[in-house]
């Protein structure tokens, strides 16, 4: 048995998206510590089109103008609690780097505690410039390794959120490497089929990622694959494809507790506490209110269980218990962090798992 975190456990804070002024005292009497938002003024739309300002669409996903912004920063101030903003598009072009800019400034003024940036070229030019922004390196920047951590804080990146695809001996690593460097990681919802860092796609033009593509199957030696070729080749299509549904939020649905599937880091809070993570970031700008809410419960809820003395079994138990999906857990396919689950899974999710029938 591991030992009770107890009192050692750090302050960790509860990152929630936000993308209503209305929605902030509801999350702050959930459990929200911080937030993070976006906006997206229509002068950007009308010039660029459907290259998008930052990592979400127009619409719920972000605010529409400066004025909900500063409305919204009133707001969640009035808690003394902070707000940062996502500038995190995977790259801007010259033309769009002055107008970033002039946003970024506008953003700072109107109170923003930070900015979310991915783009090496607007970290450098928010520097050159002045503008006086703490920067979050948003985890489309696709940040692995010690190395390029060290680089992005020599730019003046105080905080940065991991990608998806991360073990817990790697966040070791940085921790080690980089005490300097505040770490956020996420812990609820949606999922990437590929590395979003790396993908050269938007789903401005769709979900490519989820496109349910036709596979064949043929050897390299022109010979007909064997009846066991085929039969493992089947099999791995359907894991991929059970995988992908899983990723996608499973399929967009809830527990019958009202709680939201999908990808998960629940049963790792206890490692990420140990290891001194900084923020534990819920994903959804662009979710209904009662995702959000129904999303902040459940953080909240097992990190109290950890800060109160609980041990690592006990806490990724009890998060499985809350979850109450045993055949959803127990495939291993909504784990952020397969590598923290020191509990033994149920059921593998049946063979018949599907887009439309979990």
């Known amino acids: 048995m ?13 990152a929630s998206p936000l993308s209503d002024p ?22 950007w739309a009308a010039r660029y089109g459907a290259s998008w300002l930052n990592r979400r669409s127009r619409g719920r996903a972000n605010l529409p103008s400066m004025e909900h912004v500063a409305n919204l920063v009133e707001k969640v101030h009035a808690h003394g609690l ?6 995190n598009a995977p790259f801007y072009t010259g033309e769009q780097l002055a107008d970033v800019l002039a946003l970024a ?26 503008v006086a922004a703490d920067i979050t390196l948003s985890s489309m920047a696709a ?8 680089f992005f804080r020599d730019l003046g990146v105080t905080r940065m959120v991991l990608p998806r695809h991360v073990r817990m001996s790697e966040v070791a690593s940085l921790r080690a490497h980089l005490p300097d ?5 996420f812990v609820l919802n949606d999922g990437c089929v590929y590395e979003e860092g790396h993908c050269a796609t938007t789903h401005a033009l769709g979900t490519f990622c989820l496109t349910e593509w036709r596979y064949a199957l043929d050897r390299r030696d022109g010979a007909a694959p064997t009846d066991d070729e085929r039969a493992a080749f089947d099999e791995a299509v359907d894991d991929y494809r059970r995988w992908k549904w899983h990723v996608n939020n499973c399929g967009s649905t809830f527990s019958d507790r ?10 790792a809070i206890w490692d990420l506490c140990d290891l001194g993570v900084s923020c534990l970031k819920i994903v959804g700008r662009d979710s209904p209110t009662v995702r959000k809410v129904r999303s902040l419960r459940l953080v909240k809820t097992i990190v109290e269980q950890v800060a109160g003395g609980g041990t690592r079994e006990a806490a ?13 857990c127990g495939s291993g396919f909504m784990c952020y962090y397969r590598d923290a689950v020191p509990t033994a899974r149920g059921p593998r999710s049946p063979a018949g798992c599907s887009p439309s029938e979990p």
Request: with cysteine; glycine share 14%.
């Open 2 to 14: 591991q030992d009770a975190i107890g009192v050692r456990a750090p302050k960790i804070g509860i």
């Open 181 to 185: 460097v505040a770490l956020e990681l």
């Open 316 to 328: 990724a138990e009890y998060a499985q218990g809350l979850r109450d999906t045993p055949e959803l």
């Open 105 to 130: 400034g506008e953003l700072t003024a109107a109170g923003a505690d930070g900015l979310i940036v991915s783009d090496v070229g607007l970290i450098l030019a928010l520097r050159e410039r002045g």
């Open 22 to 43: 209305d929605e902030v005292e509801l999350l702050v009497s959930n459990g929200a510590t911080e937030f993070y938002c976006g906006v997206a003024p229509s002068a």
């Open 258 to 267: 009202g709680l939201p599937n999908g990808p998960c880091g629940l049963c």
């Open 82 to 87: 902070p707000v940062r903003v996502t500038l």
């Open 143 to 150: 940040m692995r390794n010690s190395g390029a951590a060290g």
